[in-house]
C-alpha cells in the first residue's frame, strides 16, 4: 500500500476536515502515511482508509454506490469508519454498528513533567529500538514514521516501562497512543510518559488530540491525568462479526 495521491475534489475536502480524529484524517490527506483512496477517481464521495481498519468517509453517495462501499468494506477483516451522521442510519440498517468513543484535545500552552528517581525518558530514533515497544510493529512503514512522527520511551536502566508515540499526524494535529508493559501498569509511567509526548507536540507547534472507546476506563483516566479536555463524541461504526 502506499500513500493516498488522488486529487480530492474541495468541497470532500471541506467535510473531510470536519470529521473527528482530525490527526488520523489529515495524516492521510497529507500523506504522512500509508493508506488507499476509495473510489480511485472520487467526485460525488470519497473513502480514505489506512493500513489497517480506519477509514474516512466524505461526500453523498447514492443506492449503488453504497453496496459498492459495503462490498469494498467486506474484503478486510476489519473496518472502523468514521462519516458524518447523516449516513449513520442506511449504513446501520446494511448491518453496521456503532461503536461509542470520546475525543479530548489538550489546550494547555504547557506540561510539568516531575521524572521520579531512576527513570529516563528516551526518544526512539531508530528500528532496533522501537522494536522494544509493543506499538511499534503497527505504525505501518518506518521510514514515514521516523520522517514524519515520534516515540519516547520511559526506561529504567535500559528496560522500557511505557512507552507513548505520534500515532498520526497531519495539519498540526497528532493522536496519540501509548503501550505500558502489564508488569508496570497502574504505576505512573503511562501518564509520565504521555506527558513528555504532549511537550514534544507543543514544542513542534501541534495540537496533541486522544481518543478512545467511551468505556475504555483505563484510558480515559490517563488522558483526563495528563490534562486533556473533552472535545467531542462520536462513533465508529463496524461490520457485525459474523
Same mark, same amino acid.
Given at each position: @500500500?502506499?500513500?493516498?495521491?488522488?486529487?480530492?475534489?474541495?468541497?470532500?475536502?471541506?467535510?473531510?476536515?470536519?470529521?473527528?480524529?482530525?490527526?488520523?484524517?489529515?495524516?492521510?490527506?497529507?500523506?504522512?502515511?500509508?493508506?488507499?483512496?476509495?473510489?480511485?477517481?472520487?467526485?460525488?464521495?470519497?473513502?480514505?482508509?489506512?493500513?489497517?481498519?480506519?477509514?474516512?468517509?466524505?461526500?453523498?453517495? #447514492? #443506492?449503488?454506490?453504497?453496496?459498492?462501499?459495503?462490498?469494498?468494506?467486506?474484503?478486510?477483516?476489519?473496518?472502523?469508519?468514521?462519516?458524518?451522521?447523516?449516513?449513520?442510519?442506511?449504513?446501520?440498517?446494511?448491518? @453496521?454498528?456503532?461503536?461509542?468513543?470520546?475525543?479530548?484535545?489538550?489546550?494547555?500552552?504547557?506540561?510539568?513533567?516531575? @521524572?521520579?528517581?531512576?527513570?529516563?525518558?528516551?526518544?526512539?530514533? #531508530?528500528?532496533?529500538?522501537?522494536?522494544?515497544?509493543?506499538?511499534?510493529?503497527?505504525?505501518?512503514?518506518?521510514?514515514?514514521?521516523?520522517?514524519?512522527?515520534?516515540?519516547?520511551?520511559?526506561?529504567?536502566?535500559?528496560?522500557?516501562?511505557?512507552?507513548?508515540?505520534?500515532?498520526?499526524?497531519?495539519?498540526?494535529?497528532?493522536?496519540?497512543?501509548?503501550?505500558?508493559?502489564?508488569?508496570?501498569?497502574?504505576?505512573?509511567?503511562?501518564?509520565?510518559?504521555?506527558?513528555?509526548?504532549?511537550?514534544?507536540?507543543?514544542?513542534?507547534?501541534?495540537?496533541?488530540?486522544?481518543?478512545?472507546?467511551?468505556?475504555?476506563?483505563?484510558?480515559?483516566?490517563?488522558?483526563?491525568?495528563?490534562?486533556?479536555?473533552?472535545?467531542?463524541?462520536?462513533?465508529?461504526?463496524?461490520?457485525?462479526?459474523?
Amino acid at each position: @500500500m502506499n500513500t493516498v495521491a488522488v486529487s480530492i475534489p474541495p468541497h470532500l475536502l471541506e467535510e473531510l476536515y470536519c470529521l473527528p480524529n482530525q490527526a488520523g484524517v489529515c495524516s492521510l490527506i497529507n500523506q504522512t502515511c500509508l493508506g488507499e483512496a476509495f473510489p480511485n477517481e472520487p467526485s460525488k464521495f470519497i473513502l480514505l482508509k489506512t493500513t489497517d481498519a480506519y477509514c474516512y468517509l466524505a461526500g453523498e453517495l #447514492d #443506492d449503488g454506490e453504497l453496496m459498492s462501499l459495503l462490498q469494498y468494506f467486506k474484503t478486510f477483516p476489519k473496518i472502523l469508519l468514521v462519516c458524518d451522521e447523516r449516513h449513520h442510519t442506511r449504513l446501520l440498517s446494511h448491518g @453496521m454498528k456503532p461503536i461509542p468513543r470520546i475525543q479530548l484535545f489538550y489546550k494547555n500552552p504547557s506540561i510539568n513533567i516531575t @521524572m521520579p528517581p531512576g527513570l529516563t525518558f528516551h526518544k526512539i530514533i #531508530d528500528a532496533d529500538f522501537g522494536r522494544q515497544c509493543p506499538w511499534f510493529e503497527v505504525v505501518g512503514s518506518h521510514e514515514l514514521f521516523f520522517q514524519h512522527r515520534f516515540g519516547i520511551a520511559v526506561c529504567e536502566e535500559e528496560v522500557v516501562l511505557s512507552a507513548a508515540y505520534a500515532a498520526c499526524v497531519g495539519n498540526n494535529h497528532c493522536e496519540i497512543a501509548i503501550a505500558t508493559h502489564p508488569k508496570h501498569q497502574n504505576k505512573g509511567t503511562a501518564t509520565l510518559v504521555v506527558k513528555a509526548v504532549i511537550q514534544e507536540c507543543l514544542e513542534r507547534g501541534w495540537v496533541p488530540e486522544w481518543s478512545c472507546d467511551y468505556n475504555n476506563a483505563a484510558s480515559l483516566r490517563v488522558a483526563l491525568k495528563t490534562g486533556f479536555t473533552l472535545q467531542r463524541y462520536y462513533s465508529f461504526l463496524t461490520l457485525e462479526e459474523k
